[in-house]
T-cell receptor
Framework: QKEVEQDPGPLSVPEGAIVSLNCTYS??????FMWYRQYSRKGPELLMY????GNKEDGRFTAQVDKSSKYISLFIRDSQPSDSATYLC???????????FGQGTELSVKP | NAGVTQTPKFQVLKTGQSMTLQCAQD?????MSWYRQDPGMGLRLIHY???????DQGEVPNGYNVSRSTTEDFPLRLLSAAPSQTSVYFC???????FGGGSGNTIYFGEGSWLTVV
């Protein structure tokens, strides 16, 4: 079993929809949780970062961490065609720990 | 400020050939790393370096060598290419050893190198 599981999709939604992207993990020691966005033929870029449990909001994006369920989510409100990309979750157990990535979810937002 | 620069962007190799993927960063980052990305597998760490002269293995190091003679450069060498090394390779760098996220330390990725071994 992979340490981090992410539904690869693809996920297709109409413009303006609310998108929910999720990852589950097995290592209870993970404390740092990140979401990366990767456009086609490009490298990943950091989108959101959360430490421990709770929510974090940045514009149309909200990251949630539920450590009791070992489950993290990224919500995108009012999705736009420019949000079409692959979204990767990543996590690690401490400041010096190695980053473990999920498989990535491919999202397509249709105009 | 170019960030992380990888070359070549695309390469086709024959089985058994060797080659080097180049990576350079101009942000004076101490930490650099190489990942490979395969369908359904996410990003997997190959090798990393915590500073010039210091390297260590990641999750999938077999078949690859690295060296770090300067802060700026971190080349990845394929010693004898195999079809299983067909992948997209990403070089990344960050300020400290936190390898991404946390306290403002962002990990910066290059644009990737697409390698096909036939």
């Amino acid at each position: 079993q992979k340490e981090v599981e992410q539904d690869p999709g693809p996920l297709s939604v109409p413009e303006g929809a609310i998108v929910s992207l999720n990852c589950t993990y097995s290592n209870s020691a993970f404390q740092y949780f990140m979401w990366y966005r990767q456009y086609s033929r490009k490298g990943p870029e950091l989108l959101m970062y959360t430490y421990s449990s709770g929510n974090k909001e940045d514009g149309r994006f909200t990251a949630q961490v539920d450590k009791s369920s070992k489950y993290i989510s990224l919500f995108i409100r009012d999705s736009q065609p420019s949000d079409s990309a692959t979204y990767l979750c990543a996590m690690k157990n401490n400041q010096g720990g190695k980053l473990i990535f999920g498989q990535g979810t491919e999202l397509s937002v249709k105009p | 400020n170019a960030g992380v620069t990888q070359t070549p962007k695309f390469q086709v190799l024959k089985t058994g050939q060797s080659m080097t993927l180049q990576c350079a960063q101009d942000m004076n980052h101490e930490y650099m790393s190489w990942y490979r990305q395969d369908p359904g597998m996410g990003l997997r760490l190959i090798h990393y370096s915590v500073g010039a002269g210091i390297t260590d293995q990641g999750e999938v190091p077999n078949g690859y060598n690295v060296s770090r003679s300067t802060t700026e450069d971190f080349p990845l060498r394929l010693l004898s290419a195999a079809p299983s090394q067909t992948s997209v390779y990403f070089c990344a760098s960050s300020v400290t050893g936190t390898f991404g996220g946390g306290s403002g330390n962002t990990i910066y990725f290059g644009e990737g190198s697409w390698l096909t071994v036939v």
